[in-house]
C-alpha cells in the first residue's frame, strides 16, 4: 500500500478548489490555450500563493498547475522539449513547497493530468471521441505521465476523463510508473460526458492496482451526490469528489451565470456514501474549502 492510500484509509482527505479561478481572482489572464500552465513560466510565485491560499483554507492536498500542460502546447508557445519537462516537473515542485513547514498534518501532492481535450482548449474535454486511436492517445499521454510521476507527486489525478476508452488508455499509460493514481469523470445526469453510463466508468477501477480512489469531478453537484455511492458499490475502492459551484458557463458570453448550489452541507453525505478526497473545481475557491474542511472536521476527519 502507497503512503497516499495508508493515508485515505486513516480518514478522508480535504482537496483543494479551483486553481484557475484562484489565480484569476488575484488578476491573471488565463485566456491562452496553456490557461494556468502558462504560469507555470510567466509567474511561479502566484500558482505558488494560489497552493499555499488553498492550504491555509483547510486542504491537505494540493492539485498541481498541469491540468492543460503538454509538449505539443508548450511547443506552440515556443518552449522545446526539454523545457516543457522541466516546466511540468515544475507544477509539481510549487506545490510541494507551498506544503513545506507547514504546522500541523502532513500535506499531499497531486499532479495534474487531464484529458486530451484539455490540451486542444476547444472544450472537447467535455465531448471525449476525439477520433484518436488508443495507441496515440497513450504516447501523447504516458510521456508527460513519466515526467509528472518522477518529479515525486504523491499521487497522479487522472482529472474530468470524459470517455471510458481515454480512461483505458489512461490506465494503460500508468501501468509501471510507481505512483498511486485517482481516476475522476467528468459527469452528467449519470453519464460520462461522452454518455457512457458512470458504472461502467467506475468498474474499470476494480481491477486496477494503480488506482486508489474513482470519482467525479468538474460537474454539478447534485451529478455528485448521485455519482459518490455508485462509484463506492461499483469500484469497492475509496471516491473522490471534487463538483464545480453549479453555475453554468455560458459559451457564447464567455461568462458564469446561474446560481452556485455547491454547498458545503453535502459533504457528510458523500463521507456517507464513501468518499475519502473531497474537495471543490471551477468556482469553489478557499472560502468553500474552508467550509469543506469544517464539515470534514465535524465528521471525525480531522481539523480543518
Not at 491537505?60 to 523545457?83: L, P
Not at 468556482?283 to 465535524?298: C, L, S, T
Amino acid at each position: 500500500m502507497s503512503e497516499f492510500a495508508a493515508a485515505l484509509a486513516d480518514g478522508p482527505l480535504v482537496l483543494d478548489g479551483g486553481l484557475s479561478d484562484r489565480l484569476e481572482a488575484d488578476g491573471y489572464d488565463l485566456s491562452d490555450a496553456l490557461w494556468s500552465a502558462r504560469l507555470l513560466a510567466d509567474a511561479p510565485e502566484a500558482v505558488l500563493a494560489a497552493h499555499r491560499a488553498y492550504f491555509a483554507a483547510g486542504a491537505r492536498v494540493a492539485i498541481g498547475a498541469s491540468y492543460q500542460a503538454s509538449f505539443a502546447g508548450f511547443a506552440r508557445h515556443g518552449v522545446d522539449r526539454a523545457g516543457a519537462a522541466r516546466l511540468l516537473a515544475r507544477s509539481v515542485e510549487l506545490a510541494r513547497e507551498a506544503a513545506r513547514g507547514l504546522p500541523g498534518p502532513r500535506r499531499w501532492v497531486a499532479a495534474s493530468v487531464g484529458p486530451y481535450g484539455a490540451v486542444l482548449a476547444d472544450g472537447s474535454e467535455y465531448r471525449g471521441r476525439y477520433g484518436l486511436s488508443p495507441a496515440a492517445l497513450e504516447a501523447f499521454h504516458r510521456p508527460r505521465l513519466e515526467v509528472l510521476a518522477a518529479a515525486g507527486a504523491d499521487v497522479l489525478a487522472l482529472e474530468t476523463v470524459p470517455d471510458v476508452e481515454e480512461a483505458r488508455v489512461l490506465l494503460r499509460a500508468v501501468r509501471g510508473l510507481g505512483v498511486p493514481v485517482w481516476l475522476s469523470f467528468a459527469a452528467a445526469g449519470g453519464l460520462t460526458r461522452a454518455g457512457q453510463p458512470l458504472a461502467e466508468a467506475f468498474a474499470l477501477a476494480a481491477g486496477a492496482d494503480e488506482v486508489v480512489a474513482v470519482g467525479v469531478n468538474c460537474c454539478a453537484p447534485a451529478d455528485a451526490d448521485r455519482a459518490v455511492g455508485l462509484a463506492a458499490r461499483v469500484s469497492g475502492k475509496p471516491v473522490v469528489v471534487y463538483p464545480n459551484s453549479g453555475e453554468g458557463w455560458d459559451a457564447a458570453a464567455g461568462a458564469w451565470c446561474g446560481e452556485p448550489s455547491f454547498t458545503a452541507d453535502r459533504v457528510a453525505g458523500w463521507l456517507a456514501d464513501g468518499a475519502r478526497l473531497v474537495g471543490g473545481c471551477c468556482r469553489v475557491g478557499p472560502d468553500g474549502i474552508r467550509a469543506v474542511a469544517a464539515e470534514v472536521a465535524a465528521a471525525g476527519g480531522g481539523t480543518p
